[in-house]
Structures are given as structure tokens and as C-alpha cells.
């Protein structure tokens, strides 16, 4: 019996490393060892915070809310087209979008504050984005209840609604290191509803 402990306790913290890092995270604030590269800029708050009730023009146009959760974990990302950082990482949140999105992620854009239609036609176009949903949010009162203070901020929601986490400036949202830390967040908050 001796000899059996004397070979396995060497090994002991080696096997429980491998556990923790191959097990997803149970919540978001196990987010924290995947905050590499740019994601260190990424704050995760200790627990889920409700995020305000009020309403901006969802990518159809009509009034919907944040609160109003879509059973997804979504990155909302609020920017302006007269925003250099937000115009340099919108392809990275566009591809994003095409890699990840789906019944258990989406990436959701509002141009907030003055933003004209054609401006913001105009730069997707430019840019190619074609296939991102953008929303609206014309007089700033949703970047204003959310604490937006400049621009480009990005928010992690829970499938619940609540925002999880938050990050002040571009990132490359479609790097490894994004990915990796919205594929543990995901598997971290089950199936689909």
C-alpha cells in the first residue's frame, strides 16, 4: 500500500490541473484563467448583474430590450461609425458572428447615439459586413443606463439576460483567445432553453 501512494501522490496535482482546465467553467467568474491576450481586458464580475429595462430598435426595427433575454449568450457590442476603434474591430465581431453564432451565441451591434442609416450602410458596406444584425440605439439612453461612458464597450449577457462581464475598447473578438473564453462561457450555461 505504501509503494502505491509513494507513485501516485507525486502525480496528484498534475491530475487535478488536467481536471480543471479540461472541465468547462461552472459560471462566469471561472472565466478568469481564460482571460489571455486581449481578453485580460475583459472584467468579470463576481455574480450576474441585471441589466436596465430600457429599450432600443432590435435589427428589425422594433423597441426590444436587453433585459428581454433570448435564451442565448450574446456579446453586445455598442459602437458609432465616427469611432475608429469600433470600425477596426466590427469585421472581427462580424466573423465572429459567422463562426459562432447560433441557438447558443450571438453577437448583437448598437450604434449608438448620431448614426445615420446611410452612414452606417455605407461603412458595412465598405467593410463587408453583410450579415451582422446591427440595432439602434439614436438617442443614447440605453448606452447611457449601461454606464457606456466612450467607445467601443462590448458586454458578455448570460442566457438570463444579465451581464456577466464587460470590456472597454476593440478587441479581436474573432481570435483564439476570444473564442476560446465564448466557447466556455457557452458550454458554462447548458443547452438551449
Same mark, same amino acid.
Given at each position: 500500500?505504501?509503494?502505491?501512494?509513494?507513485?501516485?501522490? #507525486?502525480?496528484?496535482? %498534475?491530475?487535478?490541473? $488536467?481536471?480543471?482546465?479540461?472541465? &468547462?467553467? +461552472?459560471? @462566469?467568474?471561472?472565466? !478568469?484563467?481564460?482571460?489571455?491576450?486581449?481578453?485580460?481586458?475583459?472584467?468579470?464580475?463576481?455574480?450576474?448583474?441585471?441589466?436596465?429595462d430600457?429599450?432600443?430598435?432590435?435589427?428589425?426595427?422594433?423597441?426590444?430590450?436587453?433585459?428581454?433575454?433570448?435564451?442565448?449568450?450574446?456579446?453586445?457590442?455598442?459602437?458609432?461609425t465616427?469611432?475608429?476603434?469600433?470600425?477596426?474591430?466590427?469585421?472581427?465581431?462580424?466573423?465572429?458572428?459567422?463562426?459562432?453564432?447560433? #441557438?447558443?451565441?450571438? %453577437?448583437?451591434?448598437? $450604434?449608438?447615439?448620431?448614426?445615420? &442609416?446611410? +452612414?452606417? @450602410?455605407?461603412?458595412? !458596406?465598405?467593410?463587408?459586413?453583410?450579415?451582422?444584425?446591427n440595432?439602434?440605439?439614436?438617442?443614447?439612453?440605453?448606452?447611457?443606463?449601461?454606464?457606456?461612458?466612450?467607445?467601443?464597450?462590448?458586454?458578455?449577457?448570460?442566457?438570463?439576460?444579465?451581464?456577466?462581464?464587460?470590456?472597454?475598447?476593440?478587441?479581436?473578438?474573432?481570435?483564439?483567445?476570444?473564442?476560446?473564453?465564448?466557447?466556455?462561457?457557452?458550454?458554462?450555461?447548458?443547452?438551449?432553453?
Amino acid at each position: 500500500m505504501a509503494s502505491l501512494s509513494s507513485a501516485i501522490l #507525486p502525480i496528484l496535482p %498534475v491530475l487535478a490541473a $488536467a481536471l480543471l482546465y479540461a472541465a &468547462p467553467p +461552472a459560471n @462566469a467568474t471561472d472565466l !478568469e484563467p481564460l482571460r489571455t491576450g486581449e481578453m485580460r481586458k475583459l472584467v468579470v464580475h463576481p455574480a450576474p448583474e441585471p441589466v436596465p429595462d430600457t429599450e432600443y430598435l432590435g435589427p428589425d426595427g422594433q423597441p426590444t430590450t436587453l433585459a428581454a433575454s433570448n435564451g442565448r449568450v450574446r456579446l453586445v457590442n455598442f459602437w458609432a461609425t465616427w469611432c475608429a476603434p469600433c470600425r477596426k474591430e466590427m469585421p472581427a465581431l462580424a466573423a465572429l458572428e459567422r463562426a459562432r453564432g447560433g #441557438p447558443d451565441f450571438q %453577437v448583437v451591434t448598437i $450604434a449608438t447615439g448620431r448614426n445615420s &442609416p446611410e +452612414a452606417i @450602410a455605407a461603412f458595412r !458596406e465598405e467593410a463587408g459586413i453583410t450579415d451582422l444584425p446591427n440595432a439602434l440605439d439614436p438617442k443614447g439612453r440605453l448606452a447611457a443606463a449601461m454606464g457606456v461612458a466612450g467607445l467601443p464597450v462590448s458586454l458578455l449577457l448570460d442566457r438570463e439576460g444579465q451581464e456577466i462581464a464587460r470590456m472597454m475598447g476593440d478587441a479581436d473578438w474573432n481570435g483564439q483567445d476570444a473564442r476560446a473564453l465564448i466557447d466556455a462561457l457557452v458550454a458554462s450555461q447548458g443547452d438551449t432553453p
